[in-house]
């Protein structure tokens, strides 16, 4: 059973910076897409930032230009680099890896709390 594991959340003040990493436990194959989502108290899990397979890298408005997400593959991992973090930024974030033929990994979320 791969395993996803979210770290690197925290506590930080506005307009600081974190950095999240995701690591599989294992190699994964037939990867359609590597993503990361959050979810605040009350509100749905939503897209933060997406790598499709030989597509484009895409973000939610809120935060273009502020997050980048990337890859690293000799680690079998991705990460979200987060700049000019706002309150509204915290959230539960939780990385996504999304198969070809529909199966997804989720990992169990790390905590980012803004402070203001």
């Known amino acids: 059973q791969v395993q996803l594991v979210e770290s690197g959340g925290g506590l930080v003040q506005v307009g600081g910076s974190l950095k999240l990493t995701c690591t599989a436990s294992?190699?994964?194959?037939?990867?359609?897409?590597t993503a990361w989502y959050r979810q605040a108290p009350g509100n749905q899990r939503e897209l933060v930032a997406i790598i499709t397979d030989g597509g484009p890298t895409n973000y939610a408005d809120s935060v273009k230009g502020r997050f980048t997400i990337s890859k690293d593959n000799a680690k079998n991992g991705v990460h979200l680099q987060m700049n000019s973090l706002k309150v509204e930024d915290t959230a539960v974030y939780y990385c996504?890896?999304?198969?070809?033929?529909?199966?997804?990994?989720w990992g169990q979320g790390t905590q980012v709390t803004v402070s203001s």
């Open positions: 996504n890896y999304l198969k070809y033929g529909g199966l997804n990994y």
């Open positions: 294992e190699r994964i194959f037939g990867i359609a897409s």
